[in-house]
């Protein structure tokens, strides 16, 4: 691994500088270079928030390969998946995306004990599912054992029936919509208020389409595979587009392999 940007000394390799070097990373030079930011108010009551989104795509702008994202990753990737997961306080996912990736709850890890508990946090990341109709296999591991237990977004609507069946499971529901959706900065706010103020998303593309459309997102960590698919697979976000384009600026950039592992944090 190497960083390529910022650049701050050319002769160096380190998680602080950028050159030729190109070696393997630890896990805490991994946590330094990802750490969050320190952050204030967006201005919409989420003081202190932080909401980062991590995808990965081909060159061709994939974000999944027959449904899935695994096939476009690597080992540099997952490790890098794991890290930003391992700093996170909650990780928000989307429930077609728990059911197609075969999510099972975040797991505690030595590696991060010490960095957490610093930090004020818990020994895990609480996984928050978006879910409208709340068709959950609430047997499942993520929502039956979770180390932390599993939080449901969903809106005010969503069928009784479900959200009783999601308690007795032991899941917190979250009402953050007014109808049968949840609208995405209600999400962000709920969560805050839940103390959980770094927030990672892993998609779908859908649900981080609405992020992007509600304004909500600070950074996206993209990593860029160097890998083809052709096909109609999606895009990293999906959904209506903005009026106007977003501009997020770059902050880091990182290479292995081929593997460029970016980073972009919106401007002003």
């Given at each position: 691994m190497r960083r390529l940007f910022p650049v701050t000394d050319p002769t160096a390799g380190s998680a602080g500088s950028a050159g030729p070097a190109d070696r393997e990373w630890s896990l805490d030079e991994l946590a330094e270079a990802y750490a969050y930011p320190g952050v204030g108010s967006r201005g919409?009551?989420?003081?202190?928030?932080?909401?980062?989104?991590?995808?990965?795509?081909?060159?061709?702008?994939?974000?999944?390969?027959?449904?899935?994202?695994?096939?476009?990753?690597?080992a540099m990737d997952m490790r890098i998946f794991g890290t930003l997961r391992a700093l996170a306080d909650a990780v928000i996912v989307g429930a077609e995306t728990v059911r197609q990736e075969g999510y099972r709850p975040a797991r505690a890890r030595e590696a991060f004990a010490q960095r957490r508990a610093a930090a004020g946090q818990g020994p895990a990341p609480a996984v928050a599912v978006v879910s409208a109709g709340l068709d959950l296999d609430f047997s499942l591991p993520l929502y039956a054992s979770p180390q932390v237990p599993t939080l449901v977004l969903t809106g005010a609507t969503a069928p009784p029936d479900r959200m009783d069946a999601a308690r007795a499971a032991g899941v917190d529901v979250?009402?953050?919509?007014?109808?049968?959706?949840?609208?995405?900065a209600r999400a962000v706010r709920a969560l805050a208020d839940r103390g959980l103020r770094r927030l990672l998303t892993e998609g779908g593309p859908r649900l981080l389409g609405q992020f992007i459309a509600s304004d909500v997102l600070d950074e996206l960590c993209l990593t860029v595979s160097p890998t083809l698919t052709a096909g109609d697979a999606q895009r990293i976000a999906g959904g209506p587009s903005v009026a106007v384009p977003r501009?997020?600026?770059?902050?880091?950039?990182?290479e292995e392999d081929g593997f460029l592992?970016?980073?972009y944090r919106r401007i002003g």
């Amino acid at each position: 691994m190497r960083r390529l940007f910022p650049v701050t000394d050319p002769t160096a390799g380190s998680a602080g500088s950028a050159g030729p070097a190109d070696r393997e990373w630890s896990l805490d030079e991994l946590a330094e270079a990802y750490a969050y930011p320190g952050v204030g108010s967006r201005g919409d009551g989420t003081e202190g928030v932080w909401l980062r989104g991590n995808m990965v795509a081909s060159l061709d702008g994939a974000a999944q390969h027959e449904g899935r994202s695994q096939p476009l990753s690597s080992a540099m990737d997952m490790r890098i998946f794991g890290t930003l997961r391992a700093l996170a306080d909650a990780v928000i996912v989307g429930a077609e995306t728990v059911r197609q990736e075969g999510y099972r709850p975040a797991r505690a890890r030595e590696a991060f004990a010490q960095r957490r508990a610093a930090a004020g946090q818990g020994p895990a990341p609480a996984v928050a599912v978006v879910s409208a109709g709340l068709d959950l296999d609430f047997s499942l591991p993520l929502y039956a054992s979770p180390q932390v237990p599993t939080l449901v977004l969903t809106g005010a609507t969503a069928p009784p029936d479900r959200m009783d069946a999601a308690r007795a499971a032991g899941v917190d529901v979250v009402v953050a919509g007014d109808g049968t959706g949840v609208d995405p900065a209600r999400a962000v706010r709920a969560l805050a208020d839940r103390g959980l103020r770094r927030l990672l998303t892993e998609g779908g593309p859908r649900l981080l389409g609405q992020f992007i459309a509600s304004d909500v997102l600070d950074e996206l960590c993209l990593t860029v595979s160097p890998t083809l698919t052709a096909g109609d697979a999606q895009r990293i976000a999906g959904g209506p587009s903005v009026a106007v384009p977003r501009r997020f600026g770059l902050a880091s950039l990182l290479e292995e392999d081929g593997f460029l592992f970016t980073s972009y944090r919106r401007i002003g």
